[in-house]
């Protein structure tokens, strides 16, 4: 599991673009190897390394400049060490303060359970408006990434995970509550801070999976982050609300042509139903989630067979493997292949930009959800159904 990103502050004034031409990150880590590498790397936008130098001593200095506030690593990674440290933190062009009690108190740059949480909130960081609205974020979400990754370490980590059916499916149904709860609190701290840095690059990233939100939500979302302080995020977020209404919430479904195992094309509209939702599942056999996904749609399509119609469309480029994966995972219901004459038919649309792409079309025609994990269909099926 990624490493999630977590300290806690308090906010204080408001930051002055003109402040400082760079920024300066000075480190102070006693027993940092001599011969580490450190290097400040930007989490968003092209990822571009920013600074890197070799250090000599327990300290550092990184310099250079940002455009805008940016999120970002410092990645420090010593001579003969299998895994790194990873320090997360808002730079922006302001002096910068890093420090923890030792290097082996660093949390690494990858972790599962909830050790690495606790390392992460333990570094010291100080300097910009940016970091201490980062840093309210990470305490404000600290519960819900701790269970969380608690039951996320349980489902896939535990020593006893595949011993007990079903203490494996209360874990899977612990990690989807936790994980919809994580998302919920995320959305809630955005709403409430609109006007935060991390709440523009969270809410960008919200807003790049299709159909999420009616036009009122975006109409509400433009108007909350107007007096948002980073331009810069601000630019972006107002970009990506403008995006979004192209495929807004409840809009009405695309059709698109696809072929059914008999190699016989068919057109979406004639395998809806008028008298119930209809969940299509984009995937393909050499999707690892995409398979983990399908016992999930299992459950679901046994669970509201009364209520909801299930399509799978695979967006396999070669048949082949397609009705192999097909063959082995024995769904039970309409299985359909989007070859490469109709991919884009299939994909454009809908703004398939990963799989597994879960979709629901309400009896009416119009896209009720858009998603990728089965978590969150789950948890809207159980409210809509």
Request: aromatic share 10%.
């Amino acid at each position: 599991m990624k490493k999630t990103i977590l300290v806690s502050a308090l906010i204080g004034c408001c930051w002055i673009s003109a402040a400082a031409e760079g920024f300066t990150v000075k480190g102070n880590i006693p027993g940092m190897p001599s011969g580490t590498t450190v290097a400040l790397v930007a989490q968003e936008g092209d990822k571009n390394k920013l600074a890197e130098i070799s250090s000599t001593g327990n300290e550092f200095t990184l310099t250079g400049s940002v455009d805008s506030p940016t999120l970002c690593e410092i990645r420090l990674d010593a001579p003969g060490e299998d895994m790194g440290k990873a320090i997360s933190l808002m730079v922006e062009n302001t002096d910068i303060s890093v420090s923890a009690s030792g290097y082996d108190a660093l949390p690494p740059s990858f972790y599962v359970g909830t050790e690495g949480l606790d390392q992460e909130r333990k570094v010291n960081i100080n300097g910009g408006q940016a970091q201490k609205e980062y840093e309210e974020y990470n305490a404000a979400l600290y519960p819900y990434s701790f269970e969380k990754s608690k039951a996320h370490y349980n489902l896939y980590w535990s020593e006893d995970k595949h011993k007990d059916a079903e203490v494996d499916k209360q874990r899977e149904a612990d990690f989807a509550k936790a994980n919809v709860a994580f998302e919920k609190a995320k959305m809630d701290f955005i709403k409430a801070h609109p006007g935060y840095s991390i709440s523009g690059l969270l809410l960008t990233q919200v807003l790049e999976e299709p159909f999420s939100f009616t036009p009122a939500e975006l109409d509400a979302f433009a108007s909350s982050v107007s007096g948002m302080w980073d331009k810069a995020r601000l630019a972006g977020v107002n970009k990506a609300i403008e995006n979004s209404r192209k495929y807004p919430k409840l809009n009405n479904y695309t059709d698109f042509a696809v072929l059914d195992t008999d190699g016989k094309e068919v057109k979406l509209s004639s395998l809806l139903d008028s008298n119930k939702y209809t969940l299509i599942d984009f995937w393909a056999s050499w999707c690892g989630p995409c398979r983990a996904a399908i016992p999930h749609v299992k459950e679901l399509h046994k669970k509201y067979s009364d209520k909801l119609n299930v399509l799978s469309v695979s967006l396999d480029s070669d048949e082949k493997p397609w009705r192999k994966a097909m063959e082995k995972e024995q769904m039970e219901w309409k299985q359909l292949w989007a070859d490469n004459e109709r991919v884009n038919g299939v994909k454009d649309p809908y703004q398939i930009k990963g799989i597994p792409f879960l979709l629901v079309i309400d009896p009416s025609g119009k896209i009720a959800f858009a998603g990728h994990g089965p978590d969150e269909l789950s948890d809207f099926l159980s409210k809509n159904l």
